[in-house]
Structure formats: structure tokens, C-alpha cells
């Protein structure tokens, strides 16, 4: 019967198209939608599955012909001596989507037989594809996540998968979940520079790809412990490989690392070694190490590199402080000295050399660098002039790694979060010279840090701030959010609103983000140049204020008098976070709490956020 299906499918395919010219009518596409299974004969619209004898490709996801823009197929048993199959492509164009997932029990062999080229396209021509292998996978010819295909494609290896490929190229998503996953690639394996390539350890490990060929290292890097906290000094074989970025010289590896949702302490970052062994002769492992950090005091320029771990730092034999707009001050420099030379001390570059070997910081050491940091008043509110770098060089390492920098107290160019983070207080500040108004903040936690349960947090909404217009919105471990539903709350310069103990002190992460939206307030702004200032003076003497120059205009320049005006925006802005203790003022600024005429961008918020039943935590 299965002869006869194919028997027919070749005639109706010959004699649709006149021949085998067409080469479109090549595609055997899924017409089944979502959810089917690969031996479902008519799902697909040969008739049968792809054939590799037929040179077909099997095409899952695409408007072509009678197929399923959205297609999900399923392999449920092991098809390896039943099927030829051919080429597989995955979401073929923009807007098209195609998965296949290949259960624990499946399996399936993209056959290379002189008709069928055996490769497996994942995402192609701007569509989404979708590989998830808990079972086998034998690939004769090429892995392959285009650069053109949508960013959402993904391949994904978990479970005790067992999948083999004559190579690989994935410079979408690629997903190694767990430590059985047993992955073996003949030639080269090219992780691209646009892709995110994700290991998933668990309490059992990493699971190492074998790479008989060159292991070409791009893109990022991302680390994930789901269920486990890992400790500094474990190392996991990721790739075993004949060669790693042999074309490059020196290799550049991933260009970066997020280890974003993982819980590690201050300064412990994962770093990226090559050493001798495996089965290929190169071992790329990743380990996790103490890096020293540079604690920044905002108001006083002063610089410390610290050791916040429990152990010695790396040894460093090198680091370089650097600013572009030229906020560094070299009088104001303490280096180390001793063993240590500087090298050409300048406000955009300050930098020591050890000669003579190189130095670790003991747990909780320290070495102070002086006041070294000058940051120029920004000329408008927002105005990032917070640019200094802090990197240092491990001792055989040809390539700088870039440093923490922590900050503490008040920013000077926009609203500062700070967060003790022994105890879990918090407060918003406004250390800049600027008055805003603001009706939206948000507080994000990757690690799941914040603890906004049982009268921990004290919101603006429990404050009853703003005759009890702010709300609470999507508060949970991860993030806390307040919006205020009419007008907007003016926090003159020296403000500071205390927040409560949102920080989970006992088990919390530094990794806190702030963001908040403005709101515009036009009064005393009589020039229009979005800023109340002695511009603004000068137009009310000369009669342009609303009222031309009547005591209640004035009223209204004097007590807005340097304030930002950036009109209703929906976007949230970018606070700083700074941890260090609560701090009691900030000169002589004080909270003003007062209504906004204009409209505030809460109102375009309540659409997205969705408010807690009751308005308050219980």
C-alpha cells in the first residue's frame, strides 16, 4: 500500500507541474496544522511523509500551496527503517512558523542519497523554526539555523537526546537543556556572531557537544542554573572539539556571557577557558570565578576595588580605569604602587602595571584608589555622564575582562533606587537639579531578589500618597510596579520617598533595575523650550506669560522653577540603582507631592498593567 501512496504521489506531483523543472513543486508540505503526527499520511500533501527517493523536502510552516502557515509535527516512534527522509525545512518565510518535535520514544534519519541533500533548515527566509529533540535525530548533512530566518527559531537538545549531523551552523537560538543530552557533529560547529547559544545545567551537570571538527564561537552565551546555585571554582565542559576558533586569531570566542537569571554573588562571573583534552583534544569549559569589583562613591569621586566574596579574587597583574568624555582626575588617584607602574595617567585612562607577578584580593579585601572620579554636571535631566570602565587582566591572558563598577549614593543626572541591601530598605531619590514629575515606576529582579509580601514594601499606594491615586500593578517576587492614575508627583531636587524593605536582604541578588515614566507639566514654561528657567522670568517681565505677567504667573515660574518638561511620555525611563545604606538627605530638596494638569502616561499604562484586586497586598 505504502509503494502505491508513493506510486501515485510522484504522478500527481509529474503531472501538476509537467516535470520535475519546478523545482517549488519539490516541496512535500504539511497540511495538517498543529498537533499531528509525521505518519499521518494525509497531512501531507504527497499523500505520504517526504521521501528522500522522490528528491523532495519536507516543509513544515508555509503558505505554499494548501499548507499551514502554523505547523506542529510530532514524531512519536522510531521511523529510522520505515522512512527515507529528506531535506526538513522548519517556517519557510515571514510570518510562517514550523515545529517538530521529536519525543523521547521518536526518531528520524535525514537521509543524504545522492538525491536528497540530507540537511535540516530551521527557520528560513525570515520564518520561525522550531526543533525541540528529546529522542534521536541522525542528520547526514547540515544543522542549519539560518542568519536571514526569524530571531524566535530555536533548536533545542534536551532530555537524553541523541542527535548526530555531518555539521552545524546555528546562529538563531540553540538550546542544550540538562546533562544527558548526547550531541555529535562530524565537522565544524559555527555558534554565529547574531545567535544566543543557552546552556541549562542542572545538579547533574552540562552536557558536552563532541565536535570532530573546528568549534567556531559567536554571539552570546547564556547561562542558566533552573535548579541549582552554582559555587565559585566549578568548572563544566561545554564542547569537546578538534579546534576551537581555529581561523581566528586570537579566537574571539562569544562576545558575551548572560548569566542574567542566575543567583551568584557580587563580583562572581563566568568565564570562558580553552584547555588540552576530551576525546577531540580541546576542551571549551566554563567556570565560575571571583572577580574584583569597583565600588564608585557618586558624591565623593572616591574608587575602591573590593573583593564582596568569600574567597581570593582571580589574580589580576593589570587594570585600567577609562572614561570617553574625560571624567577621570589624576591628582585625585591613589595608586597602588610598590610593585605596580603606572602608565601615562590621563582624564580619559588611568591604568597600573604589576612587574613582577600579580595580585588576589583576600576575602573582603580592599585597596583604595583614592578620588579619582570627577563626573560633570549633566546639562539636562537624563543626561548619562556616568562612563567609567574598570577591566583587568589575568595573568597569561592576552585580553582584558571587563569589571563590575557598583555605585553608591545619589546619581546627579537622573532618579536613583537605593537599596540597603543588609537590611532590604529602600527609597527613591532625586539627587539631580532638575524638578520632575513622575506617574509610572517599575522595580525588575531576573533572580526573583524583591519581597513585596507581608507589609515589606511600602508603597506609594499604602502610603496613600497622592490622596490615594497611586495603585499597586503586577507585584510579585520578580517585580514590583505603582502607577499613578491622574496628575503626576513632583519630586523636587533633594527629594527622597522612602519605599520600605522590598529587598530580599537574606537571599537577594544585586541585580535590581528602576525604571519610571515623566509627566509634563507646562506651568511657568512660558518660552515653550520644555524648561522652566530664567528664560521663562524674562518672558513673564515682557508680558508673554498666559496671563501677560500677572502674580499668579509668576506664582507658577517660582515654583516650578527648574524643572524638566518632556511632554506625556509613554516610555519608561532608565533610573540608577545604588546599594548602600538609607540616607537621611540629600541637601536641602524636599518631597512635593502635587497634581499635574496635563494627562498622565498612567492612563496609557492601565491598559497593560493589570491592577491587584483591592488595590493593596493583603
Known sequence: MKALLSFVAALLWLGAV??????????????GGVGGNWTDNFSWNFGEPPNADFDSRGVIG???????????????SDLRNSQKTPEIRLGDG???????????????????????TGNFDTGFDGGKGFLNVDGILEIDGRLFAATEGDSASTVTLRGSAQVTAGSAFLDQRFVVE???????????????QGGVSTWRITPAGASTLDVGGNADLGGVLKVEFPSSVPSVGQVWNLIDSATVDNNESPGSGFASIDQSTVRVELGQRFALQTVAG????????????QHPVLVVDRSTGSAVIQNFGSGATVPFDAYVLSSSNGSLSPGGWNPIAGTWTTANPSANALSELHTSGSQSLAAGGSIDLGTPISYAAPSSFGQNVEDVRFRFAKPDDTRFTEGTVLYTGASNSTLTLNVD???GEAQLLNGTDFTVAIDVYVVKS?????DP?????????????ESGLWHEANVNSGVISELLVTGGMTLAPGAIVPLGTPFDAANGIRDLSFEFTVVESSAGNFNGDQRVDGADFLAWQRGESPNSGNAGDFAAWEGNFGALLTGSDTHLLQGKVSYGAMLASLGSGTLAAAAVPEPATAAIFLASLTLLAGRRRR
Open 18 to 31: 509537467g516535470g520535475p523543472a519546478q523545482t517549488h513543486a519539490q516541496d512535500n508540505i504539511w497540511t
Open 62 to 76: 508555509t503558505d505554499a500551496g494548501s499548507g499551514s502557515p502554523i505547523g506542529e509535527v510530532n514524531v512519536t
Open 94 to 116: 515571514v510570518g510562517q512558523s514550523g515545529t517538530l518535535n521529536i519525543a523521547s520514544n521518536g526518531a528520524l534519519h535525514i537521509l543524504s542519497n545522492g538525491i536528497s
Open 178 to 192: 540538562g546533562a544527558n543530552v548526547n550531541a555529535r557533529f562530524n565537522g565544524n560547529l559555527v555558534l554565529g
Open 278 to 289: 576530551g576525546s577531540n583534544g580541546k576542551l571549551t569549559q566554563l567556570a565560575l570565578e
Open 421 to 423: 541591601p543588609n537590611t
Open 446 to 450: 531576573a533572580t526573583n531578589s524583591l
Open 453 to 465: 509580601a507581608n507589609g515589606a514594601w511600602s508603597s506609594l499606594d499604602d502610603q496613600n500618597a
